[in-house]
């Protein structure tokens, strides 16, 4: 079974940066589709970024191209999201995902349907 922990949340003002990282045990990451996505309370839970097993290609949802940056750490069996200029609107509970599945990855690499194996999340929350 593949399990996932995500940890660096925390509180963070408005404009400032926060990386949060999810490790991986039971598959490498390598072999692995992940991705991360945000529910805020009383809203569905949304991708934010997504990417490829080998590392080489990345997904991000419109609102945070430019802010965020999704990678992979082998060697740590990790994957990461730096978050930049954050906004009190993107408070909210972060959770890493991971799925096996090959084809078209891209279409539905922000879809939560897509994705089988789930962390617990961690709690981000941006103060104004």
């Known amino acids: 079974q593949v399990q996932l922990v995500e940890s660096g949340g925390g509180s963070v003002q408005a404009g400032g940066s926060l990386r949060i990282t999810c490790v991986a045990s039971?598959?490498?990451?390598?072999?692995?589709?992940m991705g991360w996505f945000r529910q805020a309370p009383g809203k569905e839970r949304e991708g934010i970024a997504a990417?490829?097993?080998?590392?080489?290609?990345?997904a991000y949802a419109e609102s945070v191209k430019g802010r965020f940056t999704i990678s992979k750490n082998n060697a740590k069996n990790t994957v990461s999201l730096e978050m930049n200029s954050l906004t009190p609107e993107e408070t909210g509970i972060y959770y890493c995902?991971?799925?096996?599945?090959?084809?078209?990855?891209?279409?539905?690499?922000?879809?939560?349907?897509?994705?089988?194996?789930w962390g617990q999340g961690t709690q981000v929350t941006v103060s104004s």
């Open positions: 039971g598959a490498t990451v390598r072999n692995l589709y």
């Open positions: 995902a991971a799925e096996w599945r090959g084809g078209d990855w891209y279409a539905r690499s922000l879809d939560k349907e897509a994705y089988e194996f």
């Open positions: 990417i490829d097993r080998s590392g080489g290609s990345a």
